[in-house]
């Protein structure tokens, strides 16, 4: 065995990989809890789904739990049964451990059929005929080494904002078209009951080509902030891909 | 639901897990391939078995694959197949997915029984009669913030330097006591076929109570490097469990 | 005696106070003159009182004097002597040692019963039926280090503002509902005599469950600034305290 | 009452007790547990004594507990009670407040007589026919803008380096003089119990009118180190004190 | 000689300076060379003239010249001349060196009479009855650093704003009274001969007690830039004296 | 041959250089694909032509390719086959590499007779009767390393701003006159068929003196951007160099 | 039209590119003066080269001719000639514009066949029975933004080291053979005359499989240093081709 | 007057400057306290002196005074008067303002006649047969913004290094020959008395064309430091004066 035939096999493989996900049933920006969560109901369903995440690794806010006590809590169990996370009772919530429920969702996101892109970055929309067709994106690395470089493109049928507070699809979108939003973008103050239920009810479509899940709801809706109780994300996320498969 | 219940619930689970986990069989130092594999297979075997893992993510240096094209490679099957993760052949090698890979086998490691602290960095080694009997261990972001504050102590029977390049824990040893390691540690250069050979051949003790695993290995014994191929990272994990195991 | 003793009895008692502390008759945000004044009233005349600091250590701008210059300065010794600070008499002026003060003040506010969390950082504010309920709090390291981790709750029947010249609590509170202050926060130029007046006089609720007290007061109402003379700031703390004592 | 009257007052008051400050019996490089308790009892016994600390605040590495967890552990209570410091018994332990715990220790220096001088930096040592006479000191605020700025001396009869695990006074004697200490300095791996007990009996003069005291000490007798238990910390620096009230 | 009798020489010479200097007549902030310009002719006018210069080295823009070729150039070489500096003639211009330029008139200007405190930095003004009464300073080492740490007072008859192109000043008191500039500070475009003209004709009072000289006048009032023509800085200084020796 | 002959020789003709360029027919601001290209047909049809460019290579955006991948794409290959650079078609595209492409446009600017002079970054613009009349430039270094250093002018005919998605030059008059861009700079969302064709057409005069070429067409008329493929980027650097070659 | 098709044009033909150039006859490490010019007359003479440079742009240390006046000097014209770059004679010397000799070097090395991969950073050295056979490298951008992730491998049957002053290939060779440079690497001080013909004459095989180029020789051989005059550049990358040409 | 007619005069003067100075009877390295005497008193003399200095502004460590304390002390005030400085005494010493000594020490240095590059910093030593020859320069903003653009020469008959405390550029004599400083570089404790009267008595050539003046001279002996008494670096800066004085 060769150093160079361990190069070649992965080079191969991931432009293989790359080429054959330039075009997709759906794109999801963020490998949050709601965005592998719509990726693993996506990709279920059938759909061709891609997920671009800035990070190299996967998982958003879910490690650390609260201030780095690594344990999550969620409402109701379903989910987290479904993708094989543990789950005890500790009154009328549920916790689990961050680092299993990461990784669960993530494994079983991939096993369902849909592609990861870590580190790769959104860094604009592709737009045409006032409808989003998809995403621009770049390598974060070259973005953290604030090189000057012109990033890719990878196409959309449905395009889903799941990069939590920040919005960052939206806020593209309010960067050029500061009307939509006369509020501006951001997640209220801290209420759990209400925003646990609103981020669920408002997760849709914001603009023709584009929903958000998960916090992006918040952020877009200026709905409450919840913390480390990583229920109404996953529902987000569940509804989000229920969405779009009726549409498909 | 109240706020503060769910911070009560995740600060009673986790101050539980770490109370539990403070004095143990093995503690493992580092979340990458060696020391997941070896978690794995320790915690499977009934061992009280903690991983401290000073990032807030799990996985090393598996994530990124080549250069960010991630796809990672092995020669034989065998362990990605036990821990359920999907392979292609590609002529001598076998290529699969690197979220795929970093998410099943912590996924696995953690269902077998492991705990794992991550954000958690070791410090420094506890030290007895000339033997290695634990880990001091620190909060990461307290280091990164740079701030001066003491750490706390996790004790282990054997604890395991699979902290990759650095071989961290072995470097404390060193530092202390250079004789050791009269040629410094550092794996050499790159030759992928005498590297798979021998990282596995040569894991095992280093000094009483502490053993090595992974690329750790490699940086003791001054081996060459490898690159992007896991198949000695997860044999040396697999056998420095199975060395540990008949030990207890 | 084991390592590991020392760890367990260390992790209990701060799990211990933590929860303990997750409720609270008041919570004060910022262990500088006038929050540590407050939190010393408050907690001597009997309530349950929480002061969350982002530094490691307390004292906010007391310990460097003017241009660290390492003295202060008060217009009446009554409180300093309260508190067991020693003063000397320089023209219509006391002044004494910056260290004295800031170790005394926070020495008798602990003795009288509040607890002190620091290198704990308000995030949000817990807001319910247009009341403000508690402080949404992390790790400061956490955000030093530039983590993207959960926070926890703390909730409170009366919260005070005692975070100095950002007045961060009321700046959370500007930032969603910018119609509050439409002039803004920040304190005015200098003009002690002005100043020293008025900080004690507009010290009160600015919203319901919300109060402030010593320099965010200042940075709410535009009054002057007044650099390293404390008096206004003792008294401020001292009259927030009374104030809440009474509605409890 | 005019704001260049403040200014006026702070400065003459500064200015007479750094001038005063200039020439002492002992100087303590350091105001963490073992410096403060060395301060207090040299200045309860009547010595002119100033404590240089370079941070703003005072406390040395109490402040954080364990891994931010701000409690701190003592075998015996004595010199806590002595300080006014509450306890709690856990185990074979004594638990305290670690903010407590701080301030008390520094008021209790500063009211017995000892003149504190925070955001002062130790730079170099002055050097005498043999004898260290005394501090080389300058703003620390200087020294972090990184500005070519001289400093300013300060004479001991006796100087104590209780800078804590740099050792820094005695690192500047090293840097000159690298014979003195062939096996380098830092103190060694965990191990409580011995660490314990020698950082009291080693504790004492290194080099004609240079002592050690706390962590110092194990730095230069390569001791282990001990986390977060302070009860040695605060022995040698009653016994650092001891032994130079008898010289004097 | 003792090392402390060095101390105590500069400590006391300094305080007595600062001491002095706390009450003037004019405060000029920046010794750039409309400031250096405006306390020659100020302290040779006999006015008790106080100059702040945020930096160790005083000279503003001066050192480097054009894109560090450290030539200068001016129209008129009349007050070159009179505080000693060589000129060559070159077609309508005369060019000096740089260095020669910022040492001559910094020289010139103590030699006058004039105290500088440099490493000074402006942080707010005083304010009294609608008028500016003084400044605000604190050691610029501070600032860096990022210290929280309280300022001073430094009070004049006469403020003089000669921070130049940030206005630093005026910028305070239109961040309080935005107002006053509802096109905001900032120079033009480049336009040497408007400026060379502009900046002279404009200086003069722009809030009671408040001046503004060199550079700071073409922010103030929006005229073009010059770049490294210092004619105008220094007609500038001696007309913003002249203005101010009037009213005294 | 001694050092300083080459330092001599090296000096006097970048002087030469310099002072022979400090006044131009035309001033172009980006050596990037639209500048080089105006810059190669300017100097081509005989205008004494000056290129400034804030790095120390030129190229711009053209070395990375999309995302690393060091491969560049245009429609048409007319203007890379007159430069020298070799093209492959894939479908309707033709593709470059990279390095050949940047190098070659730039030594064809250089040998065509364009001055081009690096490391040399535009400040401000000269403007004189309501006429853009060239550009105040400094040494790139000086403004990375944070000095306060003064510019030079370099006077310009026709200036073009060819600085790409920042359109510096026209930021600097929007600053000073924001009236005349309401909503703003910046180029719109991707969509490539639509930006090609219309950063040709609005390539233009901007205001009296100035032009825009290349990807600052985009921002300035809020088109959408392109990616990685550069005839359009061409295309406007020829046509602009049409436009001004007509006027001159 | 579509932006997917662009980004497919464009991966595939780099894909293309890097899997045809895994295997060669020639890397060179470092695009400067030595590398292009070895780059040239190797690809012309038919090998297959390859080079590899970190940064985004070609051309080393060329850009900025001397302290940023960018004009060469060599001694000889005939490289310059035959690559096409203008000359004047100055004395005994040859001037050239700086960006012109960058461009000219690059653009004939691609065009004689060279591939050039930048943003392509060696990171170690593929060595296999005691000779260099390739070298280990990845992602600048992944370095510089300090990400963990492995590299890829390039194989070669001669390896240069053109990496200029730090001699970075032999630097990894010398870090695990450190016996090989008892001296160390590095240049001595400047002395012209004496490197010019050094660095010519000592061009050549320095392990089995790996030349040395360039200001790398006198790293190596510890020969005095040149500063800005590339005659002994150029000849050393052209006798280095053909030392390997003689030997392919 | 035309904006290009300054920036001709300037380019133009400073290029006549730095031409007219590229060959030197000596060139001094820091224009500190010692740089600047030597400067003066050779200059005084007739001889063709530059002083280059890394910094924009001169003076060294004068400015700062103690600890920012802008007051500086000597013993004997000969130089002092000889150079225009006013001093005041206080009791064995001489005390005078840090501003106007740093200012007039510069201003008659150039009024002598010596030639000060500002922002020039020294890389490299002329090194021939055994001899220092001159001294290899750069741009200080180039290194500042760690750019990789060559030098330039500045030749001397003799070179003075009065870089103070670094001794830079007999640092960079030791890098290439360590055995000529077997106990390293650097200055002593703190000891006034021995520091002073041996500073002025090793002042003198270290190695053939090359001299060491003011704190550099502590360096290479290893002589005691002495804080911000300037007597001796003055007295030093005379005597390397007169001693190169009598050799040319």
């Avoid at 059938?46 to 800035?54: F, H, L, N, P, Q």
């Amino acid at each position: 065995m060769k150093e160079i035939d361990i190069s070649r096999a992965i080079c191969e493989e991931y432009n293989r990989k790359l080429l054959e996900h330039l075009e997709n049933d759906v794109v999801i920006v963020g490998a949050g809890p709601a965005g592998l969560a719509a990726g693993y109901y996506l990709a279920k369903a059938g759909r061709k789904t891609t997920i671009v995440e800035k990070k190299l690794s996967i998982g958003g806010g879910i490690w650390g739990g609260a201030a780095g006590y690594n344990v999550i809590a969620v409402e109701d169990s379903d989910i987290l049964d479904e993708v094989g996370v543990s789950t005890e009772k500790k009154g009328d919530l549920y916790v689990a451990d961050a680092i299993e429920f990461a990784t669960a969702l993530a494994y079983k996101a991939k096993k369902a059929g849909a592609a990861i892109f870590n580190l790769t970055e959104a860094e604009d929309i592709i737009f045409k005929r006032d409808r989003v067709e998809g995403v621009v994106v770049n390598n974060t690395a070259i973005r953290m080494a604030a090189l000057h470089v012109d990033p890719f493109c990878i196409s959309s049928k449905y395009l889903i904002d799941a990069t939590g507070h920040p919005a960052e699809i939206v806020a593209m979108l309010k960067k050029r078209k500061p009307e939509l939003y006369p509020k501006g973008l951001g997640e209220s103050f801290m209420d759990v009951e209400t925003s646990e239920a609103g981020v669920v009810e408002k997760t849709g479509e914001v603009y023709p080509g584009l929903y958000v899940s998960g916090m992006s709801v918040c952020a877009v809706y200026n709905l409450p902030r919840m913390g480390p109780i990583f229920g109404g994300m996953l529902k987000s996320g569940k509804k989000v891909a229920e969405l779009i498969n009726e549409k498909i």
